[in-house]
Structures are given as structure tokens and as C-alpha cells.
């Protein structure tokens, strides 16, 4: 009895006909029903009772498709084990690019330097995107802000925290001041990371406005950093953005940063994992090189 057998068998029972399942194997129906048949001569049984257009399992066909289906779905984990422990354990991970850039790629060198043979790979996608990709078990951990006040099935570990700064072009008026207050935001054109996308930002920051009596005018909406610094260097206007964003840092000329005498409460960045998933020892062990890469200084 060989593996193939076996799946080509499922089909049939799956396809309710010898040939449905040959057109879905893309085999010859005849190529097919003499498998079958070799099957039921192996075992000495009937497996199929055969009807004019269709076929029912017999009892003993009904066990072996459940029997069946057990070896196949181990086999294909088996194949995957070995496939993975040649390439390497794979350590996936989601992150804000604007929160965990200044100590991931830290974190990163010294876990692979102790564990060679997992391999880690990055995923740059928006808070809402990695929400949804550790719920769907696409992710193992995620570099966030925690949703203020909402309930997540997700376990969070504490990082670090950052303040708020504006960004405007060089040459903006806002420039000229060392310290930006609230009453200096008024009327300006804000640019933000996108509502959908970004809603736990979204709400920190149009929440300040509302706190500070200001009326947001909202210029701009975006789906990134790569996005939101091109309308910030196209002079479209400004952005409350956290501390360690890559945007600014003294790199980009064209651009420039002030701090916020009045500023949305501080984020906060943790290491998030599924509140339902199985959290293995190497997950932990990166999660101790994140804490140590994020501590201040």
C-alpha cells in the first residue's frame, strides 16, 4: 500500500465518483479504477459499493478513509519538519517600523548569534495587518503599540515607551519655534497614517485634538512611512508622529522635528503573542533579546 494510494483513494470518497476524482487528480478514469481495485485486492475487501453514476464507501472503505486521512495529514507535517529543519526554524515576525527600527535589528543579530539554525523573517505591515496575521497564526510575534482601553486576544510584553514630536517640512513656519504648544496647531493641515490601517494612531492622535479643543484638519491620509514622508517633503503638510520615527533623525534635511509642550499620553511598545497559541522556548528567548535591545541607552 503506498501513500499515493491512499490520497488517491480520499479523492474518490471526497468526489463521490471515480470520475470526479479523476478529473480533480487529472488522471484516466481507468488509470484510477485500477488503483482502486489494486487497493481493495491488497487489503481483501471491498471498499466501494458501485452504482451506475456514483460510488459509496463500504464499511471497511469508511475506515480506511478516515485511517487514511490520519497518515496523510502526519506525513505532511513530517515532510514539513524535515523541510523546516533544513532551512532553519522559521521565527516570523510583524512590526511598526516607526516604533521597533532603532533595537529589532539589534535584538535580531544577538538571538541568531545563540540560535543559528532558526530563521527569522520580517514582515513591515500596518497594526492592523498584524493583528490580523497573529490571530490567523501567520505570525508568531508582533513589534506594537497595545490598543488603549480595547480588549485583545493577544498577550502583551511591555518594551518600552515613547514621546510625540512634530514633523514638518524645513522651512516650515512652525520651525522657528523651539517648542511647539497646542494653540500652534490650530488650522494647520494634518497628515496622518491611514483610519483603517492605523487605528489605534488614528484615535491617540485625533483624541489629543479633541482633548486641546482643536479641530482637526485632516490634509491627508496614508498607508505608511514611505508615503507620509513624500507629503511631508511635497510641503502637504504636518505630522504628530512618536519619537522614533525614521523619518526624521537628523537625516532627512527636508525635514525637521520639535518637541510638543502638550503631547498625547506616551506610547507605549510591547512584544505581542496569541493569548490562545502555544508559545514555544525560543519565542521567549527572542522576546528576553527584545527587552534588552529596547532598554533605553
Not at 480520499?10 to 482502486?36: C, D, F, N, W, Y
Not at 516570523?92 to 527600527?101: D, I, N
Amino acid at each position: 500500500m503506498e501513500l499515493r494510494q491512499l490520497k488517491h483513494f480520499i479523492a474518490v470518497a471526497e468526489g463521490g465518483s471515480i470520475t470526479a476524482a479523476a478529473k480533480t487528480l487529472r488522471l484516466t478514469q481507468p488509470a484510477l479504477s485500477r488503483q482502486i481495485k489494486a487497493l481493495e485486492e491488497e487489503l481483501e475487501t471491498a471498499l466501494l459499493e458501485r452504482g451506475a453514476h456514483s460510488i459509496a464507501l463500504t464499511p471497511a472503505g469508511e475506515v480506511l478513509v478516515t485511517e487514511a486521512r490520519k497518515l496523510v495529514g502526519f506525513s505532511e507535517k513530517m515532510i514539513e519538519k524535515v523541510k523546516s529543519t533544513a532551512m532553519g526554524e522559521p521565527l516570523r515576525v510583524g512590526y511598526a517600523p516607526s516604533l521597533a527600527g532603532e533595537f529589532l535589528s539589534v535584538a535580531i543579530q544577538r538571538f541568531t548569534r545563540i540560535h543559528p539554525n532558526v530563521r527569522v523573517s520580517l514582515y513591515d505591515w500596518s497594526s492592523a495587518e498584524m493583528r490580523t496575521g497573529l490571530k490567523a497564526g501567520k505570525l508568531d510575534l508582533i513589534v506594537a503599540a497595545p490598543c488603549l482601553g480595547i480588549h485583545e486576544p493577544i498577550q502583551w510584553i511591555s518594551l518600552r515607551d515613547y514621546g510625540w514630536q512634530l514633523v514638518m517640512p524645513a522651512d516650515h513656519p512652525l520651525g522657528k519655534k523651539k517648542l511647539i504648544s497646542p494653540k500652534d496647531l490650530a488650522g494647520q493641515r494634518l497628515l496622518l497614517y491611514d483610519r483603517e490601517h492605523y487605528p489605534d494612531y488614528w484615535d491617540r492622535v485625533t483624541s489629543f485634538f479633541r482633548s486641546q479643543n482643536l479641530q482637526a484638519k485632516v490634509a491627508g491620509e496614508f498607508d505608511g512611512v514611505s508615503s507620509l514622508t513624500a507629503a511631508l517633503e511635497s510641503h502637504l503638510g504636518i505630522a504628530l508622529l512618536a519619537e522614533s520615527s525614521p523619518i526624521d533623525n537628523g537625516r532627512n534635511k527636508r525635514l525637521i522635528s520639535r518637541p510638543l509642550a502638550v503631547a498625547p499620553p506616551r506610547i507605549e511598545v510591547a512584544a505581542g503573542i496569541s493569548a490562545e497559541g502555544n508559545t514555544s522556548a525560543q519565542l521567549l528567548e527572542f522576546i528576553e533579546e527584545l527587552k534588552l535591545a529596547a532598554k533605553p541607552g
